[in-house]
């Protein structure tokens, strides 16, 4: 059954990586005048998928051992994911997947990108922790409700 949490987050934090992205880059484009691709700027997938993966891996693993977390915990959780979540989809993410769009570091500005990507981590939290309460909410529904209909 441990197996399965931990499968169901790797699953769920893939898809909900490329939602994400998909969702921030229409209200980012939108927000900038108006939409001119539809999925955007490639790189942004790249830096989401690791950091999600991870932590909903993690986190299934977590709320398969777990009988009843109480709210607080999951503000607690949804806040901590939430923040290391953007600071390597913002920092180590960024660059990764500008490397790989672009195929080198030449024109990335890695220092930069280390100090902002930090700096909006810290900034984002009161718009990040709530959707990633959402998230975990919905998450820990379907760990909760699924293992007793496989055993």
Sequence with gaps: MKNFSWITGLIFGAVLSLVSALIFMLLAQT????????????WLYFAVIIPFVITFAI???YFHNRNELSNRK????SLISAFLVTLYSGTIGAI???TIVRGGMETINVEGTLIWGTIYAFILLPL?????RFLLGIFYSIIKKFPPLIK
Excluded: K, V
């Design 74 to 77: 999951l503000w607690l959780i």
């Design 31 to 42: 927000s900038a005048g108006g939409i001119t691709s539809f999925w955007g700027e490639s």
């Design 96 to 98: 990764f997947g500008e």
């Design 59 to 61: 986190l299934g693993g």
């Design 128 to 132: 990040t922790t709530p959707f990633a």
